[in-house]
């Protein structure tokens, strides 16, 4: 097997596969993301495109499971994961059933995958890793403070999947820090409309990312963002987008409510979760406005709780789920920080 | 206890309690829905009305875990029922978390609630049982085939609580069943645009209300409604709204994609998921075209599951939740209805 990729990578299958369905092992009739195994064995189908993997940005719920499971067990990382590709031909956690990212170097495209990269090109995956065939070598190292690993191994590419080309004027790691969010801000860009009064919740990254991009719609004093955390929202705010800030719990929508009340705001138009507790989306929808719109962009986000929570408040909201993908995101993404100084400092801390 | 509701009936606090925040026990700072025990004491505050309650229709997950469990146990419906109301202040099912509606008439109205109703109305909630303050006093019967549960006591109204007059010309049950899931046409109504194309995925009673509203926007030869069971979608494609029908297993995607490819279908601006089966997101998205609206009415929706299988196939399309509220959901699907009559024939069976 190791030598499979230099072994097979001139002769490319006739047929195509761009959802992916052709390289699902079981069960039958699923899609790459709901399957228990791909394959990930070359030859490439005709739409196919083979990357020479370098990194793995593992999924922060995932790295701390694969970690606190070392612990416990003895069984290093670097091993778990081994087994894990090896077993299922491709990186999910079967704990937390979460994925990730890849980086690493084009190394050949079938002849009818669409035209976005060359051969030599370094690339980041934008879609997760729960759904991408993988086969490694070995496991070079492990960093445990950004959940990512340095492999050997080849990745491959479906023709609807999306990736995008690294660019050579932003440090790595910061590109890869804002690839990971970047359909928040893609989403909340086209969702407001000048004269909006918009709310962010959460001040981590997605939320600086957010905020920069309702403020390319409205002004400053429309713009409100909250946060748990003291800190986090000094940081945040002291980007400039936003003229109003409310520390508060979003757990505790009754408080949640009475302190924005308390600090004169108005119901929102627009507001925007991209907080990571779960909990969260009953305060969320109480201070969005009639016809206004809630858009979700939190993980722990429970259909359920949100759709009966609104019902049961009377509110006529559209509750929106974030969805990571939208035309020219990651693009859109890395301008507003290239635009924006503070901003990139931001991700370079 | 049993006449509290008689002795405490005319005098009203002074207090107002929109969202019912007064009227949660424990814990502290939630709002009714997410409390595990409320107050449905008398009096009412200022903008509350009070109901006396004749019927609770159990929402069908709670009733049929009711039934098991009495199965099981030997403990009958009624005093499991009693004994949770008595217990939480409200109908929630511990197990399944979830309600139902009430149906009951207004015998006090606060100086300061919103002047929809009079005494003597005949009304139906439109709120779930799970946030609504109830006190009983017994059982008279329970209706097994219905989830209907006739009783004796009252119940309190929020401000914010939406309820809807019952009207005099359609038969009780009928509107029960209706008034039950008329957001979803209520949504489908506004999401819909001249000219789109539009699929339904589930042919029950909503998938009827949903085809019936888009049916309002758009041609008989522009909508396509999806079931696995041939009698249901028989049974809706019956009713004239749609001209395109594809039998087929939803929780399958790849099957799902090629059964509509093979119809000739196009790709949908608009896919409704009303189905009650779990893990039929992605076939949902699968077939809606960038640019275009996925709204899920299915209570089965998993955020995650939805979210990552649009990443993953790297669609651009707008996921929405439905939310049960819309204002004159009620009124515009009652109307839908009455102007329709093979769909009052379909919902009096």
Chains 1, 2 share one sequence.
Not at 17 to 39: F, I, M, Y
Not at 69 to 97: C, F, H, W, Y
Not at 277 to 293: C, Q, R, W
């Amino acid at each position: 097997m190791k030598t499979l990729k230099h072994f097979m990578q001139d002769t490319v299958r006739f047929q195509e596969n761009p959802l992916g369905a052709e390289r699902v092992l079981s069960p039958k009739g699923a899609l790459p993301q709901g399957a228990d195994r791909l394959d990930a064995n070359l030859p490439l189908y005709a739409d196919e495109t083979l990357i020479d993997v370098e990194r793995l940005n593992l999924d922060s719920a995932s790295f701390r499971q694969l970690k606190e499971s070392e612990e416990e067990s003895g069984t290093p990382i670097a091993d778990r994961i081994l087994g894990i590709v090896r077993e299922r031909g491709k990186m999910q956690n079967p704990v937390t059933g979460s994925g990730g990212m890849l980086l690493g170097k084009v190394i050949q495209i079938g002849p009818k995958a669409p035209p976005r990269f060359e051969v030599g090109d370094r690339v980041a995956t934008l879609v997760s890793l729960t759904l991408t065939p993988l086969y490694l070598e070995e496991i070079r190292s492990v960093h445990p403070s950004g959940s990512q690993v340095e492999v050997r191994g080849h990745a491959i590419l479906f023709a609807g999947s999306p990736a995008v080309k690294l660019p050579a004027d932003l440090p790595e790691a910061v590109c890869l820090s804002i690839l990971d969010v970047c359909g928040a801000p893609a989403w909340v860009r086209r969702l407001t409309k000048a004269g909006d009064k918009v709310l962010i919740v959460g001040a981590g990254k997605s939320g600086a990312l957010a905020a920069a991009a309702a403020s390319e719609k409205i002004a400053a004093e429309d713009l409100w963002i909250s946060d748990i955390s003291e800190a986090s929202l000094e940081k945040t705010m002291s980007l400039g987008f936003a003229k109003n800030a409310v520390q508060v719990n979003a757990q505790r929508p009754f408080e949640f409510h009475e302190a924005f009340q308390r600090a004169g705001a108005p119901r929102f138009d627009l507001v925007v979760n991209v907080s990571n507790a779960p909990e969260t989306e009953t305060a969320s929808i109480l201070v969005a406005k009639d016809g206004g719109k809630v858009l979700f962009f939190n993980m722990a986000t429970q259909f359920s709780r949100a759709v009966l929570s609104t019902e049961g408040l009377g509110r006529d909201v559209e509750l929106l789920m974030g969805n990571g993908f939208a035309e020219g995101h990651a693009e859109y993404t890395l301008n507003l920080v290239r635009r924006n100084e503070p901003l990139r400092r931001f991700f370079e801390v």
